[in-house]
Structures are given as structure tokens and as C-alpha cells.
């Protein structure tokens, strides 16, 4: 409380600064079920170790594959797990329940929800649930819609048989209402059986993969894809021989929405799919895969508990403006983090909390509207590679004998227009552009069309010798607005089958000492990494008149553009500088530049 000042002195007092840190939940800590043949049966059990397991469970047990699988999800990365141990009593002579069978469903999932799975509703949090070995549709359908009331995914296997003709078709059933909280995967996997001399056994992959979720989300994020080569899984020796998929046999399960294991020569066994039930090409779901859904999950459970201290405020423009406050700061940092798609904030999420997310009934019942949208990452399932073959010329343009050809690929992931921007965090804009334009669209003068060919030829003869070799493959387009430059560059980038990056330099250049060097090396470090030709647009921002070093702004402006200069000269592809005011460029710097077109007006 303030103090009383009824005398001269200095106060202080603290007052709280309405930021209210919204912490981000755990995203894979994982509930088993199954039989063991001892421990508690009473309680959902934590674990973080397979030490740990051994100690209150009694370890591996050739009647149960609850051992095993809690031992392959610790062995790939997880590292919190609930045990549900189904039985009767804790005794070590209970009876035995096998998956599928009626007496282990009802142990499971109680009829008067008392015991079993609902034990789960007692601990503070589960991600994941996996109940190894458990394959009838409609106890699967169930165990999907009590993870949906508890915002927690299930990794669901198919039947031990299954193959490829069973499941061509799709899932089934499970393919539900609730199946947007689930994930399928088919086949099973051969592993050792440390009970049985390391002998190969077919085992459901619900454990391994559930370890693999739990690796990603510590490595890469809940919004990373849990599948692909880096999702490998440990202590797999491959699928049973009649149960490899083929690239044929994935190409009728993956739109159907079944997550396939594959093994690859130099891989090893990897997860090939990230598809929910509900992620069926036919369906369109906005749940289609499992990064996005769970990154939901993980936003709506941050948030709600994140924001407990609102119940009972007063709920007015203030309340509203501390909402917004906390809320966009835990969306923003995930942002800084890669979570979601955009180049600034405003692409990425919003945050909405004020009159217009609430009517006067909203606010006399006591209810607070918050909106939160964000741009979610989606996996890149389908990678074309394009591949040119070019030849190049003589300086004449006639083409060399075919024994002087050199061939110059250029790969090209494409995937689709909204994937994963390499430049999405920099706090200036960077517009990726996927050239259309061809270089017979062109329309300029003989002599320039002349030296848009060798700028070409320069950049694909890589091993060209140089009258000038201290100069980078740098060239400068001049003109008008709306003379051509940009169509021009994207014509050069479409004929090397490259991107074309537009950057304009005029945010770059920053008034802060070291800003600019700092914008410029994260544009050139990135590019050298991406392959695509650079676009400076404004590019007189930085290159003007040199000027006379009176004071250490002058300084440091010059050192800006030396630092360009630099990077030019050192950067192995093709930079692009474009100028409407050629005449403000010091003829020092146009020294430095290997190609110069001067683009006529539009009018001519």
C-alpha cells in the first residue's frame, strides 16, 4: 500500500506493472494403460526413467506389452509418463488382461467412470495417451473422445496382422468425430525382446512413436512434424517381410490418413506420416496434421491456465488491454520461435479482446471473449525437384560442341506457396518471390538484352575467369518505377530456376550505429544458405554521394557501405542492386559493380 507522506522525504513504492507471464505447458508427458504384474491400481503413477518403471511395476513381462512399450518410449526421447496398471487389486496373483479382450476394455474404461482411465482426471496434466496393443474400433472410438474432453492426443496402432490390403480403403470407423485428437500407424515394428535372448518380435510402434513426439517437441517444438528423417526409431530392425510398404502402397494410405513406418537404406526405420484420423484428403480438415492440431492443444492449455487471475476482475477496457498485453506477448515470443507461418507478427497471429469480441449480455453474465488466430506451420509432404540443364555460350552466343557443354543443376525444393520462409523473423520485410517471368518477355534495347544474357551465362559458367576477379557477380538495373528492373531479375531467376528474394534497402539502413552492418549480414548469411538470387531494391538508400567524414555519423555511414561492398564482392550468387537516381551513386561504387543496365522509361 502507499505510504503517508506527512513529512519531507523521498518514497517509494512498487507498483505491479500488469504483465502477468503466460508459461508454456508441457506437450508430451504420456499416460500408459495396460497390465503389469504388480504395482499400485489405484492411482495414475508418475514415472521419469525405465529405472523407475522396473522399481514400481515390476519391469518387462512376457504377458504384457505395457513394459515393453514404456521402455521404447524412454529409449527415444521420452520423459514423463503415467502408469495405469488395470486389475483388481495390487496383488501379484491378479489375473492377467489382454488387450481386446472384454475384461481388459472394462478394467479400462469403467461403465460408471470410476477407476481406470479416469484415474488420469486426479494428475494436473497428460498429453499423450497409449494403450499398447488396443485395436477395437469402437474402444479406440471412445478412448478418442475422452482425449478430446482432456485436450490430449492418442497414438493409436493398427491390429497385428494388418496389412496393406486391410487398410487401403482407410481407417474405418475411428475416422470419427473425435478423431482430430488422434494419430494412426501401421505396421508393427520388429525390435529385440530382451526376455527372449534379443530374439526379433513384432511389437506395436504407440510407444516408440510416442518417444518420438516427446524428442521433436524438445528439439524442434510441438509445431515440428514428429515424422520424417530425423524421427528414426531406436532399437527397430525394420517391419516383418510381408508388411514393408512400398513407395506405391504409401502413395493409397498417406490420403486416407494412415501414417505409415517405412525403412530406408542409410535411415534406418523412420516415421513417414503426420496425418490426424481426420486428415483424409477427402475431409479438407483444418485438423489434417498432427503439428498443427497439437500446437492448438498446447496454445489452449496455456492459455488456460495462464489466465486464471482474469476470473473475477472487474471486466472492463482495462481488464481487456492486460488480456491483450499478456496474451500477444505469449504469442509473440512463440513467433520469435518459428511456430507459425508469416514474415511479421501481423501475418503469424491476433489477439482480439475488446467491445467488438463481446456484447453487453457477454459482460452482465461475467463472460470474457478472447479471440486468438494464428498461421500454423504445415508440413511439407510433397517435395518436386526440378532439375535445368543448361548449356553455355560463347561469347559469340553460338552454342559450344556438346563435348564443352558443362552441366549445371539447380535443385529446387518446391513445395507450396505458404512454406517455411527463411527470412519469416527479421524484423524488416523480405518478399519471396517464385519467378514467372521469361527472358523472351524482355523488351529492352539489343545492348542490354545482350548483357542480361552474360549476367545469365556468368552465374551459370561458375568457373569463368574474370578480366576483373576481385568483383562479385553483382550488377545494377537503373530506371523508372515500372521500367522493367524487377520483371527483368525475376526473368534472370526463372531461367537459372531459382527464387528471387526483394529486399527493399531503405528499412535496412537503420540510424542506430551497427544496425545496418548487423540487417545486412543476417540478409547475406541467410542467402548464402538459400541459393536465391538477392533483389536490392532503393538502392541508392546506401549508395550515395560519399561523403566527407566530418563527424563519426559520417563514419559509420561510409562503413555501412563498405560493409556492403564486401558482401557483394564475397557472395558466390547473383545480387541484384536497383536505382531510379543512378546520378546520387558515387562513380566509385559503380566501379565495384561487374553488369550495368540502364532500363529506358516505360513511355519509350
Given at each position: 500500500?502507499?505510504?503517508?507522506?506527512?513529512?519531507?522525504?523521498?518514497?517509494?513504492?512498487e507498483?505491479?506493472?500488469?504483465?502477468?507471464?503466460?508459461?508454456?505447458?508441457?506437450?508430451?508427458?504420456?499416460?500408459?494403460?495396460g497390465?503389469?504384474?504388480?504395482?499400485?491400481?489405484?492411482r495414475?503413477?508418475?514415472?521419469?526413467?525405465?529405472?523407475?518403471?522396473?522399481?514400481?511395476?515390476?519391469?518387462?513381462?512376457?504377458?504384457?506389452?505395457?513394459?515393453?512399450?514404456?521402455?521404447?518410449?524412454?529409449?527415444?526421447?521420452?520423459?514423463?509418463?503415467?502408469?495405469?496398471?488395470?486389475?483388481?487389486?495390487?496383488?501379484?496373483?491378479a489375473?492377467?488382461?489382454?488387450?481386446?479382450?472384454?475384461?481388459?476394455?472394462?478394467?479400462?474404461?469403467?461403465?460408471?467412470?470410476?477407476?481406470?482411465?479416469?484415474?488420469?482426471?486426479?494428475?494436473?496434466?497428460?498429453?499423450?495417451?497409449?494403450?499398447?496393443?488396443?485395436?477395437?474400433?469402437?474402444?479406440?472410438?471412445?478412448?478418442?473422445?475422452?482425449?478430446?474432453?482432456?485436450?490430449?492426443?492418442?497414438?493409436?496402432?493398427?491390429?497385428?496382422?494388418?496389412?496393406?490390403?486391410?487398410?487401403?480403403?482407410?481407417?474405418?470407423?475411428?475416422?470419427?468425430?473425435?478423431?482430430?485428437?488422434?494419430?494412426?500407424?501401421?505396421?508393427?515394428?520388429?525390435?529385440?525382446?530382451?526376455?527372449?535372448?534379443?530374439?526379433?518380435?513384432?511389437?506395436?510402434?504407440?510407444?516408440?512413436?510416442?518417444?518420438?513426439?516427446?524428442?521433436?517437441?524438445?528439439?524442434?517444438?510441438?509445431?515440428?512434424?514428429?515424422?520424417?528423417?530425423?524421427?528414426?526409431?531406436?532399437?527397430?530392425?525394420?517391419?516383418?517381410?510381408?508388411?514393408?510398404?512400398?513407395?506405391?502402397?504409401?502413395?493409397?494410405?498417406?490420403?486416407?490418413?494412415?501414417?505409415?513406418?517405412?525403412?530406408?537404406?542409410?535411415?534406418g526405420?523412420?516415421?513417414?506420416?503426420?496425418?490426424?484420423?481426420?486428415?483424409?484428403?477427402?475431409?479438407?480438415?483444418?485438423?489434417?496434421y498432427?503439428?498443427?492440431?497439437?500446437?492448438?492443444?498446447?496454445?489452449?492449455?496455456?492459455?488456460?491456465?495462464?489466465?486464471?487471475?482474469?476470473?473475477?476482475?472487474?471486466?472492463?477496457?482495462?481488464?481487456?488491454?492486460?488480456?491483450?498485453?499478456?496474451?500477444?506477448?505469449?504469442?509473440?515470443?512463440?513467433?520469435?520461435?518459428?511456430?507459425?507461418?508469416?514474415?511479421?507478427?501481423?501475418?503469424?497471429?491476433?489477439?482480439?479482446?475488446?467491445?467488438?469480441?463481446?456484447?453487453?449480455?457477454?459482460?452482465?453474465?461475467?463472460?470474457?471473449?478472447?479471440?486468438?488466430?494464428?498461421?500454423?506451420?504445415?508440413?511439407?509432404?510433397?517435395?518436386?525437384?526440378?532439375?535445368?540443364?543448361?548449356?553455355?555460350?560463347?561469347?559469340?552466343?553460338?552454342?559450344?560442341?556438346?563435348?564443352?557443354?558443362?552441366?549445371?543443376?539447380?535443385?529446387?525444393?518446391?513445395v507450396?506457396?505458404?512454406?517455411?520462409?527463411?527470412?519469416?523473423?527479421?524484423?524488416?520485410r523480405v518478399?519471396?518471390?517464385?519467378?514467372?517471368?521469361?527472358?523472351?518477355?524482355?523488351?529492352?534495347?539489343?545492348?542490354?538484352?545482350?548483357?542480361?544474357?552474360?549476367?545469365?551465362?556468368?552465374?551459370?559458367?561458375?568457373?569463368?575467369?574474370?578480366?576483373?576477379?576481385?568483383?562479385?557477380?553483382?550488377?545494377?538495373?537503373?530506371?523508372?518505377?515500372?521500367?522493367?528492373?524487377?520483371?527483368?531479375?525475376?526473368?534472370?531467376?526463372?531461367?537459372m530456376?531459382?527464387?528471387?528474394y526483394?529486399?527493399?534497402l531503405?528499412?535496412?539502413?537503420?540510424?542506430?550505429?551497427?544496425?545496418?552492418?548487423?540487417?545486412?549480414?543476417?540478409?547475406f548469411?541467410?542467402?548464402?544458405?538459400?541459393?536465391?538470387?538477392?533483389?536490392?531494391?532503393?538502392?541508392?538508400?546506401?549508395f550515395?554521394?560519399?561523403?566527407?567524414?566530418?563527424?563519426?555519423?559520417?563514419?559509420?555511414?561510409?562503413?555501412?557501405?563498405?560493409?556492403?561492398?564486401?558482401?557483394?564482392?564475397?557472395f558466390?550468387?547473383?545480387?541484384?542492386?536497383?536505382?531510379?537516381?543512378?546520378?546520387?551513386?558515387?562513380?566509385?561504387?559503380?566501379?565495384?559493380?561487374?553488369?550495368?543496365?540502364?532500363?529506358?522509361?516505360?513511355?519509350?
Amino acid at each position: 500500500m502507499p505510504r503517508t507522506s506527512n513529512y519531507p522525504e523521498v518514497y517509494i513504492d512498487e507498483t505491479p506493472g500488469g504483465v502477468r507471464t503466460i508459461a508454456g505447458v508441457d506437450t508430451s508427458i504420456t499416460a500408459f494403460a495396460g497390465w503389469a504384474p504388480t504395482g499400485p491400481v489405484a492411482r495414475a503413477d508418475l514415472v521419469v526413467s525405465w529405472v523407475d518403471f522396473e522399481s514400481k511395476f515390476g519391469g518387462l513381462d512376457e504377458r504384457s506389452l505395457l513394459g515393453y512399450s514404456v521402455d521404447q518410449y524412454f529409449n527415444n526421447g521420452g520423459r514423463k509418463a503415467y502408469i495405469l496398471r488395470l486389475g483388481a487389486d495390487e496383488s501379484e496373483d491378479a489375473v492377467v488382461l489382454q488387450p481386446n479382450e472384454p475384461d481388459f476394455e472394462n478394467a479400462l474404461l469403467p461403465a460408471d467412470g470410476i477407476g481406470g482411465l479416469y484415474h488420469l482426471d486426479g494428475i494436473d496434466l497428460f498429453n499423450l495417451l497409449c494403450v499398447p496393443g488396443e485395436t477395437n474400433a469402437e474402444t479406440v472410438t471412445k478412448l478418442q473422445k475422452f482425449c478430446r474432453d482432456r485436450r490430449a492426443f492418442l497414438i493409436a496402432d493398427c491390429a497385428e496382422a494388418a496389412e496393406f490390403d486391410d487398410l487401403k480403403a482407410g481407417p474405418g470407423i475411428i475416422a470419427g468425430t473425435d478423431s482430430i485428437n488422434s494419430a494412426f500407424y501401421f505396421p508393427w515394428v520388429l525390435a529385440a525382446d530382451k526376455l527372449q535372448q534379443n530374439q526379433a518380435r513384432e511389437f506395436p510402434p504407440c510407444g516408440f512413436i510416442a518417444g518420438v513426439y516427446a524428442r521433436t517437441d524438445a528439439t524442434r517444438g510441438v509445431w515440428k512434424a514428429p515424422a520424417g528423417t530425423e524421427a528414426s526409431l531406436t532399437g527397430v530392425s525394420g517391419v516383418a517381410p510381408g508388411k514393408t510398404v512400398t513407395d506405391n502402397q504409401n502413395s493409397v494410405l498417406n490420403p486416407v490418413a494412415i501414417n505409415c513406418i517405412r525403412t530406408f537404406t542409410g535411415r534406418g526405420t523412420v516415421v513417414w506420416g503426420a496425418r490426424t484420423l481426420d486428415g483424409a484428403d477427402e475431409r479438407g480438415s483444418e485438423w489434417k496434421y498432427v503439428p498443427v492440431r497439437r500446437t492448438a492443444l498446447f496454445i489452449e492449455e496455456s492459455l488456460d491456465r495462464g489466465l486464471k487471475w482474469v476470473v473475477f476482475e472487474p471486466n472492463d477496457e482495462s481488464l481487456w488491454a492486460q488480456i491483450r498485453l499478456n496474451v500477444g506477448a505469449f504469442m509473440h515470443d512463440l513467433f520469435r520461435k518459428g511456430a507459425f507461418q508469416g514474415l511479421t507478427p501481423k501475418d503469424a497471429y491476433f489477439v482480439k479482446c475488446d467491445a467488438a469480441t463481446k456484447s453487453q449480455n457477454d459482460i452482465d453474465s461475467g463472460r470474457v471473449n478472447v479471440v486468438v488466430g494464428f498461421a500454423p506451420l504445415k508440413p511439407a509432404e510433397f517435395v518436386i525437384i526440378k532439375l535445368h540443364l543448361m548449356a553455355a555460350r560463347k561469347e559469340d552466343g553460338a552454342a559450344r560442341h556438346p563435348s564443352e557443354l558443362k552441366e549445371n543443376i539447380m535443385a529446387e525444393s518446391r513445395v507450396n506457396p505458404r512454406r517455411t520462409d527463411p527470412y519469416q523473423n527479421f524484423n524488416f520485410r523480405v518478399e519471396l518471390i517464385v519467378p514467372s517471368a521469361k527472358r523472351d518477355e524482355i523488351v529492352l534495347p539489343e545492348k542490354d538484352l545482350a548483357v542480361l544474357d552474360r549476367i545469365i551465362e556468368d552465374v551459370v559458367d561458375s568457373d569463368a575467369v574474370y578480366d576483373q576477379p576481385d568483383l562479385g557477380r553483382s550488377a545494377l538495373f537503373h530506371g523508372e518505377k515500372g521500367s522493367g528492373r524487377a520483371r527483368a531479375a525475376e526473368a534472370i531467376a526463372e531461367r537459372m530456376g531459382l527464387d528471387l528474394y526483394r529486399i527493399d534497402l531503405s528499412p535496412v539502413a537503420s540510424e542506430y550505429v551497427g544496425e545496418t552492418e548487423k540487417n545486412l549480414q543476417q540478409i547475406f548469411d541467410t542467402a548464402e544458405k538459400t541459393g536465391a538470387v538477392m533483389f536490392f531494391d532503393e538502392a541508392d538508400a546506401l549508395f550515395g554521394k560519399r561523403s566527407e567524414v566530418k563527424d563519426s555519423h559520417d563514419r559509420y555511414a561510409n562503413l555501412e557501405v563498405n560493409y556492403l561492398l564486401e558482401r557483394l564482392e564475397r557472395f558466390p550468387g547473383l545480387a541484384i542492386l536497383a536505382t531510379n537516381m543512378k546520378q546520387n551513386i558515387d562513380e566509385a561504387f559503380l566501379r565495384r559493380l561487374r553488369f550495368i543496365i540502364d532500363f529506358p522509361p516505360p513511355r519509350s
